[in-house]
């Protein structure tokens, strides 16, 4: 790639789709309020209504006066502000294939989406219930996700198609010598990181999961529980003043903010 012929619009395109493809914590949130960023330090104000009180009807009486609904709101700081900066010497990319630059900007999303996800699982704490196991096996651990997934039942969280499981790799080989037979189609085994499912609840396996001193920090969720947004305010080519080379240089904003703590259930668990 030429500096001259650096498009900034389908750079731009092709990073978002390739950060996508790496996503695994991103892409199990709601990432509905992308659009409303203008830079680092905005914030999103995200509006929720509170509960609607249902009663008996009567045929020929009145209803009651209309309820008057509460409203909630909470904010989403972009508060996240991460860069790339990479340079490919001109000698470099004359003796490699043409689409070298084109690898780079793989990596560097690769790079950019390891963070998000990071960050995204380390909300770990603002869970509205935990599960704790200590010592756990391949013999309990499908009994610490079953509780987990009756905590969420608890809370009215009723279709499992909504909600993930997210754990790291030894917790995940954990699930995988238990023997269980996990569900599995086509759209699941495309997506990054995912092991199939289980109850209906699809699995995904991340090294990013918080592990705090052998405490490995899963946690359940539905894909509502946490809101992320994101922007990618600039990314630009250029030539360094002292080399003989292209440089392309990026900045990727963006926050979240657990919205339904009580649809998010930490399990805290401590392999044997």
Not at 1 to 22: C, G, H, R
Not at 25 to 44: H, L, P, Q, T, W
Request: proline share 2%; with cysteine.
């Amino acid at each position: 790639m030429a500096i001259t012929n650096f498009i900034p619009t389908v750079w731009s395109e092709n990073l978002y789709s390739a950060l996508d493809k790496q996503y695994i914590a991103v892409a199990n949130c709601n990432r509905d309020y992308e659009g409303e960023i203008k830079g680092k330090g905005s914030v999103v104000k995200i509006c929720g209504v509170g509960e609607v009180t249902v009663s008996d009807y009567t045929k020929n009486t009145d209803m009651s006066t209309p309820q008057a609904l509460s409203d909630t709101v909470k904010e989403l700081t972009v508060d996240r502000a991460k860069y790339f900066n990479f340079q490919i010497d001109d000698i470099d990319r004359a003796q490699c294939t043409p689409k070298l630059m084109e690898a780079a900007m793989a990596v560097a999303a690769n790079g950019l989406a390891n963070e998000a996800d990071a960050y995204i699982f380390s909300l770990y704490n603002k869970a509205g219930s935990t599960v704790s196991l200590n010592g756990a096996t391949s013999e309990n651990i499908i009994d610490a996700l079953i509780e987990a997934r009756q905590k969420l039942y608890e809370n009215n969280v009723s279709d499992a198609s909504g909600i993930v499981i997210e754990v790291s790799p030894a917790v995940a080989s954990l699930i995988l010598k238990a023997k269980v037979s996990l569900a599995s189609d086509n759209t699941a085994a495309l997506e990054t990181g995912c092991l199939g499912s289980i109850g209906g609840c699809k699995i995904f396996v991340s090294n990013n999961i918080v592990n705090d001193s052998g405490a490995h920090k899963c946690i359940v969720r539905t894909k509502r529980a946490i809101a992320f947004a994101e922007q990618l305010s600039e990314i630009d080519a250029y030539r360094p003043e002292k080399r003989f080379a292209d440089a392309v240089k990026g900045l990727h904003l963006y926050g979240a903010e657990v919205i339904y703590p009580s649809e998010m259930v930490l399990m805290d668990i401590t392999v044997a």
